[in-house]
Nanobody, 127 residues
Framework: QVQVVESGGGLVQSGGSLRLSCTTS????????IGWFRQAPGNEREGVSC????????YYPDSVKVRFTVSRDNNANTLYLQMNNLKPEDTAMYYC????????????????????WGQGTQVTVSS
């Protein structure tokens, strides 16, 4: 049975930091690209980071580049997202998702590729 569980969200002031974690089981974690996505009420789901199966390549959109850092521990089947200098516009539900395919790159980074999703963790940034 596949499980994807996010944790680490919370309320933080603008300029603060949070570290999200995503633990998984049942999906051969070490063979899959993993993405972090976020969705605020009324908005479409947005990808904020992607990391390939080996950790050797990552992708960030301009909105979070430099501020967010994704990493993974394949021995622990766990993904991390370090978020620094948070802004009120970062407020959203954050989701971790695993690619449906094995050994994929982070090109064509779209939610449609990712078949295994967690329930999300809420991040709220106050101004």
């Amino acid at each position: 049975q596949v499980q994807v569980v996010e944790s680490g969200g919370g309320l933080v002031q603008s300029g603060g930091s949070l570290r999200l974690s995503c633990t998984t089981s049942g999906l051969a974690f070490a063979t899959r690209a993993i993405g972090w996505f976020r969705q605020a009420p009324g908005n479409e789901r947005e990808g904020v980071s992607c990391i390939i199966w080996s950790g050797g390549s990552t992708y960030y959109p301009d909105s979070v580049k430099v501020r967010f850092t994704v990493s993974r521990d394949n021995n622990a089947n766990t993904l991390y997202l370090q978020m620094n200098n948070l802004k009120p516009e970062d407020t959203a539900m954050y989701y971790c998702a695993a690619d449906s395919n094995f050994y994929s790159s982070c090109m064509n980074f779209s939610p449609d590729r990712f078949g295994y999703w967690g329930q999300g963790t809420q991040v709220t940034v106050s101004s």
